[in-house]
């Protein structure tokens, strides 16, 4: 099954490293991964993607909560919650495809946020279902670069990760 | 007004405030800034740290982490950048995997400079993140202070292990001062180790305690580490249930009492192994189902409820689940479990107790703990003559191999900090220097190494240290020609073929030990065993070296039969359960 978990860590050199050092150490995969810091500049918010069973992800986060840098953390697929990913993707548009192109974008909801006379880079937010979707849409041959941001999340509701 | 020091002076003046008594290291260009600093010291200062120099930075590590398994005090090491930050790592991943405190205090090449593969730039910090408890890069000579201070609480706070600090040369650049305050207390709101277990589960445990039929206690190296050796006790005899201790638990229930059915696992005796896996209810306090303890863990005690205290969240269901879990340092739990049995108004149900414990006793009858006999010396042999020569009552580290499961299965712990042996990692080589470490943190006491001659071959140039610090250690060296324990395994698993696992070319151990100024025995015959172990023992202020010959076809019995469960042992070479 596939989990978010959202960490709130100090923001120091190294923490990140041993994050990602724990998943291969101990033989996890980390899908997707973002990191930046939060409104207060002394904590970073890291948010990965992971799949495993329930065993498995419990203890992933024993271990990850074992790290001293690692100051909260929550599996946010527990519960309801949001998630986004951004995706830049750069498609063929020349000719007859151009209106067809658009046409997808607007029924995704994207942008198209840079234009030459043969390609469109647009910008999509959504989860990464509607992402992978509209790759799908556009068909693989038009395709010509894709940088995804990977998944942010927050729960619902007035639960919060903080101090 | 505060006092002004270097970087190097406030590494050296925290340890005083920490009370550190021993610094093992080894000098080098990136630490040299602290070595002056050491130097400098005043001479009569009551709080000196007195530096050991070893003759190889693994033996600084193994010999640090003797010193903290002795005394329950963490064990500091200081090295340089590079190769001698590199030559530590065993010794810091031998520390990590056995929860023992350690601070290593690695030199690294001026900041400038990092990145650059300048000379003798290891990146330390890099090498060592899955083998430490946590590390620390000085950034700012400024922080030298809190950084010591948090990396001594990390280190013994929770479930123990070692810290790095990571220190840039010009970090202690003599010239280079700011005041030095050394923190009282430190508080960190992404560390919080666990003080008190939940009251609510160890209730629980105690109902299902009462309600056993076929109960075992099972302690580990958490005992030790716990200092909850004490409470463990008063459980056991409260309740008159069987205890089995781990490879690392030993001596954290007496050996020789009568409820203590010896050690559990792969080289385990019959009646302990076979006393979990017919158990309906253990009490694993301080332990971590490890592989060497349960066998195949999906055969494990098929009938048995599991309770599982230990202080480490993440040890707990993690090989075997536990049916009630208690996350709580086990010295807190296990007193609260006997005041809760205090006022609780049940009672073992002593009638299933007599029978499990006769079931027990047959198992001990059929198949306790034995060897034949013959014309050669026999490992088991010399494990009771040294049991006999010292009461019982020696420090004993060992090294790796069938002396060590020899010694953990004839030596009889009855005190915790006894044993000290590397468990998890299962490290040749560590006996010698982990020996170096308690001698010095207990001058008076019976100190012995026991090894065999493949391992102690690994860090021997520590025979050196001994003699600058007069540590008269006493090296019971089973000498079977063989590295035994990977040729049991070839005469077990791989037809007899005895790939490398043969002793050429040894050195004459006594003439090697009387160059470095040490005595130097050699015993061959079993009729002069008793007597040249008195005479050693009896040489009080001298180290001796003992090379003792003995069979080297003799193979550590009882052994779990790969992927089985744990009543599936050897109990000879012929005969299986
Ligand atoms: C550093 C290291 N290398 C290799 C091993 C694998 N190993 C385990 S026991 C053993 C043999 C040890 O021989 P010896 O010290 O003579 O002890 P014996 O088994 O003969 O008593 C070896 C090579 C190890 N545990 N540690
Ligand atoms: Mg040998």
Redesign the pocket.
Known sequence: MRRIISILMENEPGALSRVVGLFSQRGYNIETLTVAPTEDPTLSRLTLTTYGDDRTIERITKHLNKLIEVVKLVDLSEGEHVEREIMLIKVKASGAQRAEVKRTVDIFRGQIVDVTSTVYVVQLTGTSDKLDAFIEAIGEAQVLEVVRSGVSGIARGEKTLSL | MVEKLSGAEMVVRALQDEGVEYLFGYPGGAVLHIYDAIFQQPKDAENKVHHILVRHEQAATHAADGYARATGKPGVVLVTSGPGATNAV?GIATAYMDSIPLIVISGQVRSDWIGDDAFQETDMVGVCRPIVKHSFMVQRTEDIPEIMKKAFYIATTGRPGPVLIDIPKDKTAPHIKFPYDYPKTVKMRSYTPITKGHSGQTRKAVDELLKAKRPVIYAGGGIIMGEASEELTALARRLGYPVTNTLMGLGGFPATDELSIGMLGMHGTYEANMAMHNSDLILAAGARFDDRATNDASKFCPNAKVIHIDVDPATISKNVTADIPIVGPVKQVLSEMLSMLDEHPGKPDEKAIASWWEEINGWRQVHGLRYETGEMMK?QQVVQALYKATKGDAYVTS??????MFAAQYYHFDKPRRWINSGGL????FGLPAAMGVQLAYPDAVVACV??????Q?NIQELSTCMQYGLPIKIIN?N?Q??????QWQDMQYGGRHSQSY?DSLPDFVKLTESYGHVGMRVDRIEDLDAAMEEAFALKDRLVFMDIYVDPTEHVYPMHIADGSMRDMWLNKTERT
């Open positions: 065993t490992p090294d790796v191999g069938q002396h060590q299962g490290t040749m080589g090894t065999g001659e493949g391992s102690i690994m089973i079977n063989a590295l035994g324990m990977v040729k002793m």
